[in-house]
C-alpha cells in the first residue's frame, strides 16, 4: 500500500511540475506593460467578423493569403475590437481580423480597409501566448481605467507579434 501511496506522490508531483513549466512557457507569470501614449495611424486591411473573438483568427490567416497573392507588404497581424465583451452577448460581438500595411492597396469582395487615426491609447504589453494574453491584460488595463479616471474607447486594437500581443484601448476622460 506504501508503494502505491509514494507511487501516487510521485506522479500527482510530476503533473504538477509539468503544469508549472507549461504555464510558464504560455507566460501565465509573465507581467503586463501599461503606458499612456499617443499611437497610430493604422490603415489596415481586413473582413469583418461577427460572435466570440477567439475565433479571429481565420480571418487574419484569409487577409494574409491575399495580400500575400497580391505582394503588398505586410506589418503586423491584428483583431480590430469594437466591443466590450463584458457588456454585449458573444453572438454579437463585431470585430475586423487583418493586416496592418503601408502604402495604397485596392481590395475587392469582402475585404475592407480600416483607417484607425492617430489616437490616445492605453499601451499593453504582454509577452506569452495569444490565449493567455486577454487573461492578464483587460483586467490590468480595467483596473488602471478605474484608478486613473478614464473611459474605455473603441476600437481596440490588439497586435500579434512572435512571442507578445500588443494592445490599444483608445482611451477618453469622462466629461465632469
Known amino acids: 500500500m506504501k508503494k502505491w501511496l509514494a507511487l501516487l506522490a510521485g506522479c500527482l508531483f510530476g503533473l504538477f511540475v509539468v503544469g508549472l513549466l507549461v504555464a510558464y512557457r504560455i507566460g501565465a507569470f ?9 499611437r497610430g495611424p493604422y490603415r489596415i486591411v481586413c473582413l469583418s467578423h461577427r460572435g466570440a473573438y477567439n475565433k479571429i483568427k481565420a480571418k ?13 507588404e505586410r506589418v503586423a497581424p491584428c483583431g480590430v475590437y469594437y466591443d466590450n465583451p463584458a457588456e454585449v452577448p458573444e453572438e454579437e460581438l463585431s470585430s475586423k481580423g ?66 507578445r500581443i500588443e494592445c490599444e484601448m483608445p482611451i477618453e476622460r469622462p466629461a465632469p
Open 98 to 163: 487583418g493586416f496592418v500595411v503601408r502604402g495604397e492597396v485596392a481590395v475587392d469582395g469582402a475585404f475592407e480597409i480600416v483607417e484607425i487615426p492617430r489616437r490616445e491609447v492605453l499601451w499593453a504589453r504582454f509577452e506569452g501566448h495569444p490565449s493567455v494574453a486577454p487573461v492578464k491584460i483587460y483586467p490590468e488595463m480595467a483596473a488602471w481605467l478605474a484608478d486613473h479616471g478614464w473611459r474605455r474607447g473603441s476600437p481596440v486594437i490588439e497586435f500579434y507579434r512572435p512571442g
Open 60 to 72: 487574419i490567416l484569409a487577409v494574409e493569403a491575399m495580400l500575400k497573392e497580391a505582394g503588398v
Open 30 to 38: 509573465n507581467r503586463v506593460q501599461l503606458s499612456r501614449e499617443e
